[in-house]
């Protein structure tokens, strides 16, 4: 008989005020898993200052190691990795927003890279379902980061996996939205194998048209510190 090896990983979720969709996301999340039966995997939940805080009623009595760590303030998408790493136990790690944006599909294809792929990035199939700023803005960063980087990277900011050791050398605090940056900067001064792999938006994630008054200005201080990062990295 055959045994396959057993390879280990941490699932990062992080998101702010998820309270609906975290859970569809753990629930795909736990679905996949079913299928990797090769996989010990923990999933740790980065709250990044809820308000009130994110429950997971339910979902935290399974054999699955689920846990939770919470920022009291909103401190954003780069210390969100930093927490869940410092936290992680296993050396693979998969990033995952936490507001059911990957299909089912998307998430499968990340798990079955969790611990094996040194470095995984998912691109995205079907972003013509997202708004056109959103596309807009993604172009440029895509293009931008493409430029810097200087790899071919079908999608530089979709599902990531990364060696928690890298992160944690790479990432500085308060990385916010550049984190893609630092990261797949950093890349260049390594011998990691990148594996791409295909991550469809979810069918039944639903974002506006249009952009609120706070989204518009989230975006607007995003590409600043963007911008301001691409131009250092150079």
């Known amino acids: 008989m055959v045994h396959k090896s057993i390879r280990t990983g941490s699932i990062i979720i992080f998101g702010k005020n998820t309270h609906e969709s975290t859970p569809k996301t753990l629930e795909k999340v736990l679905l996949v898993l079913k299928e990797n039966l090769d996989l010990v995997c923990e999933i740790i939940v980065v709250d990044d200052g809820s308000d009130p805080y994110l429950q997971l009623p339910g979902l935290l009595n399974l054999?699955?190691?689920?846990?939770?760590?919470?920022?009291?303030?909103n401190l954003g998408i780069g210390d969100c990795l930093l927490t869940?790493?410092?936290?992680?136990?296993?050396?693979?790690?998969?990033?995952?927003?936490?507001?059911?944006?990957?299909?089912?599909?998307?998430?499968?294809?990340?798990?079955?890279?969790l611990g094996v792929s040194e470095v995984a990035?998912?691109?995205?199939?079907?972003?013509?379902?997202?708004?056109?700023y959103k596309r807009f803005s993604s172009l440029l960063l895509r293009q931008g980061l493409r430029l810097l980087v200087g790899m071919s990277i079908t999608d530089p900011h979709g599902l990531h996996i990364y060696p928690r050791d890298f992160v944690l050398k790479n990432l500085p605090e308060n990385a916010r939205h550049s984190l893609h940056i630092h990261l797949l900067t950093s890349l260049k001064r390594t011998n990691?194998?990148?594996?791409?792999?295909?991550?469809?938006?979810?069918?039944?994630?639903?974002?506006?048209?249009k952009p609120s008054l706070s989204k518009f200005l989230t975006y607007v201080k995003s590409a600043v510190q963007v911008t301001r990062v691409l131009v250092e990295k150079r």
């Open 84 to 113: 869940g790493c410092k936290g992680a136990k296993y050396q693979s790690i998969l990033f995952l927003p936490g507001h059911n944006f990957f299909s089912l599909l998307a998430i499968s294809n990340a798990v079955r890279n």
């Open 63 to 73: 054999k699955t190691e689920i846990s939770i760590i919470r920022h009291p303030v």
């Open 121 to 132: 990035l998912g691109y995205r199939l079907n972003s013509e379902v997202r708004p056109a």
């Open 192 to 209: 990691l194998k990148i594996t791409q792999f295909p991550a469809p938006i979810s069918g039944d994630f639903v974002e506006p048209n």
